[in-house]
């Protein structure tokens, strides 16, 4: 009889705001984010292997199986626990790559802790947390499973519960390559940590839809990509702001009610057909916080 395979999903992220407060020696960046999920996911299916082999099973566009951070968590959870057995994986991608939405660090999240389990492993949060910080910055996050305020390079996590709003996302014809946005000269590097009381305040501005704060990769992105600043700049004439997740090049807005983001998709999506912008929209899609 064959083993029985466990399908997880693996949600999304959006970082609310995103402040560069310094750089470290070694070249990493200090950052203030705030994280959020949300409930566009992709879809791990996971079956346990007896001979040890790591798999993936399925093909992704552009995605060679030996790059898949999905494989990397596999094989790293494997060779830290001595662990003899393996696994086949295949992924259900949703989540739009390179957008600023975290899919590829969800989906490595989601592996660590899902072996883990499956594996017989029995690894803390912590461990798991430790381990994920070797495959990137925001799959620390991911494991924490909640919305937090990320401070270091991503990887010291505070809860910080916010009553979910829905969200439009607008996912432009363009990948931008984080690399280019955190080498560049002329990004902030040194804007102040908010406090628990500033904090507080901000939390009453996003449970009512509101932005606050800002996302200082996001001046960066536009003046690298300056068709990206006109459909920005554009939309936001027309009545419709906007701003940046993570590097890019998703970018959101937040609302209260559903009827609400749904209205909103139907009118920017009646301008899109109307301006014809020389950058066209991929995707506009509706989230809704976790």
Known sequence: MGKATLSVKAPAKLNLFLHVTGRRVNGYHELQSLFTLIDLTDTLHF??????????????????????LVVRAAKL????????????????????????????SSDAATTLMTLNSLWGIGLSQHKLIELGMQLGADVPFFIFGQTAIATGIGEQLKAFPLRPVYYLILRPNLAIPTPLIFKDEGLVR????????????????????????????????????????????????????????GSGSCFFMPFLSLEGVEATKQAVEQWLIEHKPSLSVEQLLVAKGL
């Open 47 to 68: 079956t346990v292997r007896d001979d040890g082999l790591i798999r993936r099973t399925n093909e992704i566009v552009g995605l060679p199986a030996e790059d898949d």
């Open 77 to 104: 959870l494997q060779q830290s626990t001595g662990t003899s057995l393996g696994v086949d994986i295949s992924v259900e991608k949703v989540i739009p790559s390179g957008g600023g939405l975290g899919g590829g």
């Open 190 to 245: 040194n804007s102040p940590v908010l406090g628990d009381m500033v904090l507080r305040e901000g939390r009453a501005q996003w449970e009512q839809a509101k932005f606050f704060a800002r996302n200082d990769l996001e001046p960066v992105a536009l003046r690298l990509f300056p068709a990206l600043a006109n459909l920005i700049n554009d939309l936001k004439e027309a009545g419709f702001a906007f701003r940046m997740t």
